[in-house]
């Protein structure tokens, strides 16, 4: 059981704003900044300052926060086993294509124990960093960006990340230069997606931006992204594994260095999670 003044500081780091803190914990705002006071005394540093009149988290801060929500993941995990020992319960999360695409003989073989359970969640890069913050994940195999300052990981397997168009359209197993591309209509996932944010950085490189291609289509539903490159409506970028799902779709590159990325089991810092991981991959 975790400290009420260190809920306090939870809910700060939550929504930073004490007034916010307060009415979340139907406390008083001097209570708040008492609590936070406390805390500032018992660990000898400053917790929170406020810079242009907004309120920002030191450094100290961010390091008990990354303690106290590891601290929360595996006090969860205490309490699962206390009331139901003889149950391996898992909550992962996984990027669209490796939820749809990569894991499913690990689901498979995992669900065939009758001693598990299993909660899994596709989504986007960040809303999964988000739910691992809140102690609603375990850990997630994501193949998006993440600070590794606040979060540790595992490498699970490296990807090449591919161009898709339809099987007679010019790209067609070539490799095209930026000027070709940006004349084609793009179809991209979502913001927050891991494989925009790699399409995105690409296109950087090159002093290019998605807004710069002749049209761009936004579609968060790989199934829905492949029928529209097959009917001719534009090109996509995706992860080989994908790409090699369906016959009917032809792949090219971009001149330069291929794209590799890799695909990560991330997961809280100081969080004790091997056990979990090796239930399910191992």
């Not at 004490?18 to 139907?26: D, G, T």
């Not at 913050?133 to 960006?145: M, S």
């Amino acid at each position: 059981m975790l400290d009420h003044r260190i809920e306090t500081f939870m809910a700060v780091c939550d929504v930073m704003n004490y007034r916010k803190a307060a009415e979340i914990l139907h406390i008083t705002q001097p209570a708040v900044t008492q609590h936070i006071q406390f805390l500032e005394n018992e660990y000898g540093c400053r917790l929170f300052l406020y810079e242009n009149r907004k309120l920002t988290k030191t450094p100290e801060a961010c390091l008990l926060e990354d303690h106290i929500r590891a601290v929360r993941q595996r006090e969860l995990a205490l309490r699962q086993k206390l009331k139901s020992c003889d149950l391996r319960e898992l909550r992962i999360g996984a990027t669209k294509t490796i939820g749809d695409y990569v894991i499913t003989d690990h689901i498979h073989q995992f669900l065939s124990q009758s001693d598990t359970a299993l909660t899994l969640i596709v989504d986007n890069t960040e809303h999964l960093l988000n739910l691992l913050r809140e102690n609603k994940l375990d850990y997630a195999i994501i193949e998006g960006y993440f600070d590794k300052k606040r979060y540790d990981s595992q490498l699970y397997r490296k990807e090449p990340f591919v161009g898709i168009c339809q099987k007679t359209h010019p790209f067609a197993g070539r490799e095209v230069c930026i000027n070709e591309l940006l004349d084609e209509t793009i179809i991209h996932r979502e913001e927050g997606s891991g494989t925009r944010a790699i399409l995105e950085e690409k296109l950087m490189g090159y002093n290019e931006s998605l807004m710069r291609f002749h049209r761009h289509i936004c579609i968060s539903s790989f199934k829905l992204i492949l029928d529209l490159v097959k009917a001719g409506y534009g090109v996509s970028f995706v992860y080989d594994i994908l790409a090699e799902s369906d016959p009917d779709i032809a792949t090219f590159t971009i001149q330069g260095e291929p794209i590799i990325r890799e695909f990560n089991i991330v997961y809280l810092k100081h969080a004790d999670v091997q056990e979990k991981i090796n239930w399910f991959l191992v």
